[in-house]
């Protein structure tokens, strides 16, 4: 299949504010998908609410548009239905570790095979510019004039620490890179969390003096390193991309199965 079969073309152009990286990240995910040949009868797309969530409405997979903070829930009940199925997930600040931060911790102490994309911006762009447990001290946002006194979660940290089987991170800027890292969380077996660093020009790089899209770019460029990389080690302050856990672990709907057909042979027996 070709990448435009993957798109709902109707309804372009997208809604997202001109420079947003949420529409690179689209890009990256539906070559991803592409790469590995998926047929879109094989994919569900659960997302919740926020300028994240509208990139189900413009994939051509099976969807569900669901509400604030519970798409992993709804994302649940459909792995457990259908397990045969790739369920991916994206989602905002507030989806991902605001309304979302319970759901987000139990998916991967279970280590459900779902695939969570977290498209992080710093801010609430379509509410207007609230800061979110990303956004981190410092930083000026409708909700803090005067700046944030907050810590921000470590995405990376907190997935590993909750029992996620597959953690990554790269950038709107990193094309390529996110796609491959896509690729393989997707076929990881377990619960995938790939944070995907993205610019917000209209909310956040406006109120923080950051530039337009391209000067965001540069500093997710310039800000970041691999891991391993000598530039990390020259400068440990850089944040750092790459895949961080790639670990086997029993998958919750295979363990879940288990436990049927015990009750089911108890049962008959």
Same mark, same amino acid.
């Given at each position: 299949?070709?990448?435009? /079969?993957?798109?709902?073309?109707?309804? &372009?152009?997208?809604?997202?504010?001109?420079?947003?990286?949420?529409?690179?990240?689209?890009?990256?995910?539906?070559?991803?998908?592409?790469?590995? @040949?998926?047929?879109? $009868?094989?994919?569900?797309?659960?997302?919740?609410?926020?300028?994240?969530?509208?990139?189900?409405? +413009?994939?051509?997979?099976?969807?569900?548009?669901?509400?604030?903070?519970? =798409?992993?829930?709804? =994302?649940?009940?459909?792995?457990?239905? @259908?397990?045969?199925?790739?369920?991916? %997930?994206?989602?905002?600040?507030?989806? *991902?570790?605001?309304?979302?931060?319970?759901? &987000?911790?139990?998916?991967?102490?279970?280590?459900? /095979?779902? !695939?969570?994309?977290?498209? $992080?911006?710093?801010? +609430?762009?379509?509410?207007?510019? @609230?800061?979110?447990?990303?956004?981190?001290?410092?930083?000026?946002?409708?909700?803090?004039?005067?700046? #944030?006194? /907050?810590?921000? &979660? /470590?995405?990376?940290?907190?997935? #590993?620490? *909750?029992?996620?089987?597959?953690?990554?991170?790269? #950038?709107?800027?990193? %094309?390529?890179?996110?796609?491959?890292?896509?690729?393989?969380?997707?076929?990881?077996?377990? &619960?995938? %969390?790939?944070?995907?660093?993205? @610019?917000?020009? !209209?909310? +956040?790089?406006?109120?923080?003096?950051?530039?337009? =899209?391209?000067?965001?770019?540069?500093?997710?460029?310039?800000?970041? *390193?691999?891991?391993?990389?000598? =530039?990390?080690?020259? $400068?440990?302050?850089?944040?750092?991309?790459?895949?961080?856990?790639?670990?086997?672990?029993?998958?919750?709907?295979?363990? +879940?199965?288990?436990?049927?057909?015990? *009750?089911?042979?108890? $049962?008959?027996?």
């Amino acid at each position: 299949m070709a990448v435009k /079969d993957y798109l709902r073309e109707r309804y &372009f152009p997208h809604m997202w504010c001109p420079g947003c990286g949420h529409g690179t990240i689209l890009n990256s995910l539906i070559r991803a998908v592409e790469e590995l @040949q998926l047929h879109k $009868n094989e994919i569900v797309m659960v997302s919740g609410i926020g300028c994240s969530a509208r990139i189900s409405g +413009y994939v051509d997979f099976h969807s569900l548009h669901t509400i604030h903070g519970r =798409a992993l829930t709804f =994302a649940t009940g459909v792995k457990l239905s @259908q397990p045969r199925l790739k369920v991916l %997930v994206p989602m905002g600040d507030g989806d *991902a570790l605001a309304i979302g931060g319970n759901h &987000f911790i139990h998916a991967a102490r279970r280590n459900i /095979d779902i !695939t969570a994309i977290v498209m $992080n911006n710093r801010i +609430y762009g379509m509410t207007g510019g @609230q800061f979110s447990p990303l956004s981190g001290p410092g930083v000026k946002a409708t909700t803090a004039p005067f700046t #944030t006194i /907050d810590d921000n &979660f /470590d995405v990376v940290e907190l997935a #590993t620490a *909750a029992g996620a089987s597959f953690v990554a991170r790269s #950038t709107a800027f990193h %094309v390529k890179e996110t796609t491959e890292i896509l690729k393989k969380a997707i076929m990881h077996k377990g &619960f995938s %969390v790939v944070e995907l660093l993205s @610019q917000c020009p !209209t909310h +956040y790089g406006r109120k923080n003096k950051e530039g337009d =899209a391209a000067s965001m770019l540069d500093l997710q460029k310039s800000g970041t *390193a691999k891991i391993g990389s000598k =530039a990390l080690e020259k $400068n440990p302050a850089l944040t750092p991309r790459g895949i961080f856990v790639d670990t086997d672990k029993p998958e919750y709907c295979e363990e +879940y199965d288990k436990i049927i057909a015990h *009750a089911t042979k108890e $049962n008959i027996s």
